[in-house]
């Protein structure tokens, strides 16, 4: 490794006013600032993460990285978890140590979330939005109508989980949260350019979501790219090439 690539060695904390203590790299060059968002129950230690963050050091771009409260480094309980709570969290980062634009760029939940921080953003703060399968509403279409009695009753609801060997769960306040900011049946006021990267093989979210997504968006520069062979992950060699090429696109069109 680069003796002087030092920012994925070490973590940070930004201290929440609540006391929660946000784990978070940075790495400082030419803006707008790129802020990754990892997926539910993901962290900035994910080969997505890695890669940009090594991508935006070597070019000489600014990169955050961060895990959410009870994710990765970042103290709390998991349990705790909501949409609006991890909003929060990346808002107070941004605003703590990006000073100019940022180009927000979100994984599976991750995308639902670049949603909800763009749309609290101050305007034109937002440079440009990145998703990757991004899952807006994934508490609504993402659910059967048993599942959602039972987390309306107050059940934590367990899944079969292919990425790792514990269950899944989803915690009723994360999905009484997440119904409350459903964003696909309306406009979403966002008018800065969006890139959507979605696998057609991809088991999580069905790749019309992008569609469905790019329609919603009020901006009128949203792209779609469909990868026909691609998963959920989207982390093969050709995936990251793309995923780069897209953020090369933005960020320079942005600068």
Same mark, same amino acid.
């Given at each position: 490794? @680069? ?16 006391? *929660? *203590?946000?784990?978070? %790299? ?30 935006? !050091?070597? !070019?000489? %771009?600014?990169?955050?990285?961060? @895990?959410? =409260? ?9 349990? #705790? ?25 979100? =994984? ?16 034109? %703060? ?5 998703? &990757?399968?991004?899952? $807006?509403?994934?508490? #609504?279409?993402?659910?059967? @109508? ?18 790792? $060997?514990? $269950?899944?769960?989803? !915690? ?10 459903? +964003? +696909?049946? !309306? ?9 959507? +990267? ?14 469905? +997504? ?12 469909? &990868?026909?062979?691609?998963?959920? %992950? /989207? =982390? *093969?060699?050709? @995936?990251?090439?793309?995923? /780069? *090429?897209?953020?090369?696109? &933005? ?5």
């Amino acid at each position: 490794m @680069d003796p002087t690539f030092r920012g994925m060695t070490e973590t940070c904390f930004h201290e929440m006013p609540d006391g *929660r *203590r946000i784990a978070y %790299r940075l790495t400082l060059g030419e803006g707008p600032m790129m802020v990754f968002l990892p997926g539910y129950m993901s962290d900035m230690a994910g080969s997505k993460a890695a890669a940009v963050f090594d991508w935006a !050091h070597r !070019h000489g %771009r600014a990169c955050l990285l961060l @895990d959410y =409260s009870g994710c990765g480094e970042s103290p709390g309980d998991f349990a #705790d978890g909501t949409l609006l709570r991890w909003k929060d969290e990346v808002v107070a980062l941004i605003e703590a140590l990006c000073p100019g634009r940022v180009v927000l760029i979100g =994984s599976s939940m991750g995308g639902w979330l670049m949603l909800l921080v763009a749309l609290a953003l101050p305007e034109g %703060r937002c440079a440009g939005l990145v998703g &990757i399968a991004a899952a $807006p509403d994934f508490t #609504d279409w993402g659910k059967t @109508d048993a599942e959602k009695a039972r987390l309306a009753a107050g059940e934590v609801v367990l899944e079969d989980n292919p990425y790792g $060997p514990e $269950p899944t769960p989803t !915690h009723p306040g994360f999905w009484e949260n997440g119904q409350a900011n459903l +964003l +696909l049946g !309306h406009e979403i006021a966002i008018d800065a350019p969006v890139r959507l +990267l979605q696998g057609q093989q991809d088991p999580d979210v069905p790749w019309e979501t992008a569609l469905k +997504l790019a329609k919603a968006l009020r901006s009128a520069d949203v792209q779609v790219q469909l &990868i026909k062979d691609g998963d959920h %992950r /989207l =982390s *093969r060699e050709s @995936d990251i090439a793309l995923l /780069l *090429r897209t953020l090369d696109e &933005i960020v320079s069109g942005a600068a």
